[in-house]
């Protein structure tokens, strides 16, 4: 659904559901969110465990209202 | 240590929520439903006892899905199919792809049709979801940060307008829940606070209206702008609407939802084109004609089956509602949204069309017309066996302060004019007593048909 293998100025291109370049910003959310679910593989605290993953169900809505990605996160506990 | 954090950023001044899908074209939309149900049918036909059981058994391959068209080839699903799994594996049934330990929520339907309730599990970024959609329609109604809104709603475990409350704080609105009050508490909380937003179902609303009145409050005069209606079509009913808007001063906006997907689909923005946009960006909804289950064209009623990609915990895929609908073209509304409009709102339900010697019986339509009376406070319609023949009564109550020697015209005007909508059939009228008929806070029951009810029921 997602081209992320791109690569253009040695720099990784990605292309929203829509096959559309992704604009700075949605680049910038993308990358918090991905973030947010590398955080979710860490070995956390309960405050920072369970904040997280609040933080990443918000950041769901984010990415898929903006459709950069389509995912559920039952994996991740979210 | 405490600081000011600077360089905050600007909202959009958007009239979308979302103006990236909003304003999508029909191509690119139906483009992105087709990505969304791809990944929505995997998952459902790996994760969830049920899906996987029925796609093998129906022969489907999510992998097959190459146009949107190809959705047709999905089976079904019913209610009934919901809630025999739900008493064959109890507690939730076969359809969730997660148990209890995974959830964070369980909502039910309200048990107002007297079966019993569904059970509905969300997870963290489920939960989310629900308050997302409802966050398009408190900002596609012109709903700001600088508004106090007013929940008149009981909290419960019935699912409700607890999305709303949700979608208020993440917008930043400042937010009255009006929980375990009596009515003259609300109406009191809703002046207090300066709410300049109230949400209710639309029979609630003309109840705070009629509470209001007995106060002394005058609403009217009061900062409520907005409200934000659902859990009832009448919402869309225009003769309804108007009453609403003409007691509280304020512009009514219509939305709808249900427990399954647990939140809303549908909402009315600030154009108000006469029915409510589809939040396509995030559900499929197709429009069948019940009994052949083909799909009906723009401007033709059917009901409403509906997909929606936001619940993971139990993927909703191809769902029969019941809900009749009248689905036109995104571009009858001038807003610019690219989403399709439910023309009239819910129109009702495919089966609530009652049949009196041989004429078709709508409530929406009776509701439509009792409403054109402003004296009327409320009122009820019992449909009755006597001997052979069926008989409809319309029983109503009066406002406290109407001059009871208007009777005689009113009631022979109200059965004149029903009877001119029904071809003729012949409505007794009936006056109640003041506060005799019920009153309703939740998804109002109007029509009492007793015809197939044990002898005794319903008295």
Redesign the interface.
């Known amino acids: 659904v997602r081209d992320r293998g791109r690569i253009e100025g040695g720099r990784p291109m990605t292309v929203d559901l829509l096959g559309m370049e992704l604009t700075a910003s949605e680049d910038r959310l993308l990358a918090v969110y991905e973030e947010l679910k590398a955080l979710c593989d860490e070995d956390l605290p309960p405050i920072a465990h369970a904040n997280v993953r609040a933080a990443l169900a918000l950041m769901h809505n984010v990415v898929n209202g903006l459709a950069l990605r389509y995912e559920h996160l039952s994996d991740l506990d979210v | 240590m405490l600081g000011i954090i600077g360089g905050r950023g600007v909202v959009a001044d958007s009239p979308y929520w979302?103006p990236?899908?909003e304003t999508?074209g029909r191509e690119?939309l139906e483009?992105?439903q087709l990505?969304?149900l791809?990944?929505q049918c995997e998952?459902a036909g790996a994760?969830s006892p049920w899906y996987r059981r029925l796609f093998a058994a129906e022969g489907f391959d999510p992998s097959s899905l190459s146009t949107l068209a190809d959705v047709r080839r999905v089976p079904l699903l019913t209610r009934d199919d919901w809630m025999a799994s739900q008493s064959a594996e109890p507690p939730y049934g076969a359809l969730p792809?997660?148990g209890g330990e995974?959830a964070i929520r369980v909502h039910t339907t309200s048990g107002t049709t007297g079966r019993g309730p569904l059970r509905a599990l969300d997870?963290?970024?489920d939960?989310?979801?629900i308050a997302?959609m409802w966050a398009y329609a408190v900002w596609g109604c012109g709903v700001r940060p600088t508004d106090t809104a007013y929940i008149a709603f009981g909290y419960g475990s019935f699912i409700g307008f607890w999305g709303l409350h949700y979608a208020m704080e993440k917008v930043g609105i400042l937010n009255v829940p009006g929980g375990a009050q009596t009515t003259e508490a609300r109406v009191r909380q809703i002046v207090d606070f300066g709410a300049t937003v109230v949400a209710s179902t639309p029979t609630y609303a003309l109840r705070l209206a009629q509470e209001a009145e007995q106060l002394g409050i005058d609403l009217e005069g009061s900062g409520v702008q907005r409200l934000i209606l659902s859990g009832e079509p009448a919402g869309s009913i225009p003769q309804t609407k108007a009453l609403i808007e003409q007691q509280w001063g304020a512009k009514a906006f219509d939305t709808a939802g249900m427990t399954e997907i647990g939140t809303i689909m549908v909402f009315e923005c600030e154009r108000q084109p006469g029915g409510t946009h589809i939040i396509e960006?995030?559900m499929i909804e197709e429009v069948l004609d019940p009994m052949t289950l083909e799909p009906v064209a723009y401007g033709e009623r059917g009901e409403r089956v509906v997909t929606s990609?936001g619940r993971?915990?139990i993927p909703l895929i191809r769902y029969r509602t019941g809900d009749l609908v009248c689905r036109v073209p995104a571009a009858t509304c001038s807003c610019g949204r690219g989403f399709d409009i439910y023309e009239g709102g819910i129109l009702g339900r495919v089966d609530d069309m009652k049949i009196i010697r041989g004429t078709n019986v709508y409530p929406r339509a009776i509701e439509a017309i009792v409403r054109e009376f402003e004296a009327v406070n409320e009122f009820q319609c019992l449909i009755t066996r006597e001997g052979l023949r069926d008989e409809i009564t319309l029983r109503v109550e009066m406002k406290p302060n109407w001059g009871g020697d208007e009777w005689g015209p009113l009631s022979e005007a109200l059965h004149n004019r029903l009877a001119l909508a029904h071809e003729g059939l012949n409505f007794r009228v009936e006056q109640a007593e003041a506060g005799e008929l019920p009153r309703f806070e939740l998804k109002a029951k109007r029509t009492v048909d007793q015809r197939d009810a044990p002898i005794g029921a319903g008295r």
Do not use: C, P, Q, Y
Request: hydrophobic letters at 45%; zero cysteines.
């Open positions: 979302n990236k899908t999508l690119r483009a992105l990505a969304k791809r990944v998952w994760r792809t997660i995974g997870s963290r970024k939960w989310a979801w997302e960006d995030h990609f993971g915990a």
